[in-house]
């Protein structure tokens, strides 16, 4: 966005009559508190989703009534301004943050426009674990009605699983099939046999790539004939490789349509995978690699076509530097974090494009059990280098994959110590990148002896200390850290089975002390809230009133 489209729409909103839930003026003269600044996140995101818009504007700098610039010298420092989108993310669901943060310095004084995104489908956003919305001009909870609309959404229709009546099976490519074929005997081969003596209807209905013989949106992508794309338009079905040179001038270019099933290959082929030398280090390396584990180019190009928002009309975008390649789809990032998919390893609950998702992993070319995020960072960590980075702004998703070693102490401390987690690991990487930790982080990694330095200017510690044996270590993470969800759901339902109804009060003491130290009080009572919640959806327990829990 330029200077001249922001001081337009911001000339635009001063001209409406009164704000709307969409858009919010605040004085912020000499400064905002936090708090209330992520309340007012939480709002605007929700109404945003409720009235269909992508994104509202959080404008400081400007008086509520009469609408004159006052100037704003709220974080006037780039720096801190850039910081507060990891705050607010810190403390929202899903990690969920401002699409950006324009600071406009005009004749009357410094504005800063904050782009609020849209809650997600099906997914309202809390801050600090509360949801929030507006009432006309007036800040409030969000109410219960709301919150059930927003969530409601999950049951969208499947843009991928829509039929397309005017086309036929003679609007498939044969190669593609017979490749589907093949993929499918692999991952299934008890039912090779079977596959042998299925017709094309008949597999692709087992496959679930066609509803009752009838052809979908996502047969079109993964097997239809390349002039076949038309029937999904304006959508399109399309990969992009692009090759830059050192200065990123472009050197070469292709283009692959459907079938995608066969386009991944032809892409791939085009990615140049060199070798990669280790700088000599005794004898901790290797003398050679592939700058590529081949799995993560293919994980990385066939998330793109799983979760690509295909009403948008984009294509999916490889771009080849010398010691990276770059990997977009548009649309959100469904799980809201990367951290929180590598943490938990666990499938997701919804798919942008689960029809699309369930035939892709029938035909071997995604792993929708959660894990194919993880192991790209595992093949990452194997070779010494940085883990993927993800760059979810834009309402895309933009995955960074370098192959090349980037700091000679990350790869010591990766090489020394094949016992460190890979959230460890991924907060190491963060140090290595340059990248801000939040203080827990920081705390945590100094008390490992993992990092030396003071805050900003962290580096990593090449002295490993050998004072904490493995067990330690484990100890050390799981209460700094916690463990999964699951495993305080079994708490409480063990605790239910041994003393019958028990008042909250008494579940918040039992687990409080088993909850990680890295949370507030405050924090561990919204956590027990969600666990119990999440076991009385599942049907699990059940709340009798006034606070008292039981087993169903």
């Not at 969000?142 to 059930?148: A, D, F, P, R, W």
């Not at 892409?267 to 070798?275: E, G, V």
């Not at 190009?301 to 390649?325: F, K, P, S």
């Not at 990032?333 to 029809?355: C, W």
Request: glycine residues 6%; contains cysteine.
């Amino acid at each position: 966005m330029t200077k001249a489209w922001l001081q337009n729409k911001l000339n635009d909103l001063r001209r409406l009559p009164a704000e709307t839930e969409v858009f919010e003026f605040k004085e912020a003269k000499n400064g905002y508190d936090f708090n209330k600044l992520g309340k007012y996140f939480s709002a605007l995101s929700n109404e945003t989703n409720l009235k269909g818009r992508p994104y509202s504007w959080l404008i400081f700098g400007i008086k509520d009534k009469g609408r004159t610039i006052v100037g704003s010298r709220f974080r006037q420092n780039r720096k801190d301004i850039d910081s507060l989108k990891g705050e607010i993310a810190n403390k929202t669901t899903n990690r969920i943050t401002f699409i950006e943060i324009h600071e406009l310095h005009l004749p009357e004084g410094r504005v800063l426009m904050f782009q609020v995104p849209a809650a997600p489908r099906g997914i309202p956003v809390a801050f600090d674990g509360h949801y929030y919305g507006r009432d006309g001009e007036e800040l409030s909870p969000l109410n219960i009605e709301e919150i059930e609309r927003i969530r409601s959404q999950s049951g969208i229709e499947d843009w991928s699983a829509v039929l397309v009546p005017e086309a036929s099976i003679e609007d498939l490519d044969q190669s593609a099939i017979a490749k589907a074929r093949e993929n499918y005997k692999n991952k299934f081969p008890e039912h090779s046999k079977d596959v042998d003596q299925w017709d094309e209807i008949t597999f692709l209905n087992k496959a679930k790539v066609t509803i009752k013989g009838k052809i979908t949106r996502a047969a079109i992508i993964l097997l239809g004939r390349t002039e076949a794309e038309h029937f999904i338009s304006p959508a399109e079905a399309k990969i992009r490789w692009l090759l830059k040179d050192s200065k990123g001038n472009d050197k070469d270019y292709h283009i692959e349509s459907c079938p995608l099933l066969l386009a991944v290959d032809k892409i791939y082929a085009k990615i140049r995978n060199l070798k990669y030398r280790y700088i000599k280090d005794g004898t901790l390396f290797p003398d050679e690699v592939d700058q590529y584990e081949p799995f993560v180019i293919r994980e990385a190009i066939n998330n793109c076509i799983a979760h690509q928002d295909y009403t948008r009309g984009g294509r999916i975008n490889v771009v080849e530097m010398e010691d990276q390649l770059i990997f977009t789809n548009l649309g959100s990032f469904i799980p809201g974090s990367v951290e929180k998919v590598v943490k938990e390893d666990a499938p997701e609950e919804h798919y942008r494009n689960r029809f699309l998702a369930t035939a892709m992993f029938n035909l071997k070319m995604v792993d929708t059990a959660g894990g194919g995020i993880r192991k790209m960072f595992n093949y990452q960590r194997e070779r010494f280098f940085p883990m993927p980075e993800y760059d979810l702004t834009e309402d895309r998703v933009k995955v960074t994959v370098i192959g090349k070693v980037l700091d000679m102490d990350f790869a010591r401390v990766l090489a020394k110590n094949p016992n460190l987690s890979l959230e460890q690991i991924v907060m190491l990487d963060k140090v290595q990148k340059r990248k801000s930790l939040i203080e827990e982080e920081c705390k945590y990694l100094k008390e490992l002896g993992l990092i030396e330095g003071r805050k900003p200017n962290y580096v990593i510690s090449a002295k490993i200390t050998a004072s904490l044996s493995n067990d330690e270590l484990k100890a050390h993470y799981i209460k700094q850290r916690g463990l999964d969800d699951e495993h305080y759901k079994k708490l409480i339902v063990e605790y239910l089975k041994k003393f019958g109804d028990a008042p909250r009060k008494n579940i918040d003491t039992f687990l409080r002390d088993k909850l990680p130290d890295i949370l507030t009080e405050a924090q561990k009572k919204n956590k027990i809230t969600n666990l119990l919640s999440a076991l009385r959806i599942k049907g699990s327990i059940r709340n009798k009133g006034y606070s008292m829990w039981s087993l169903v």
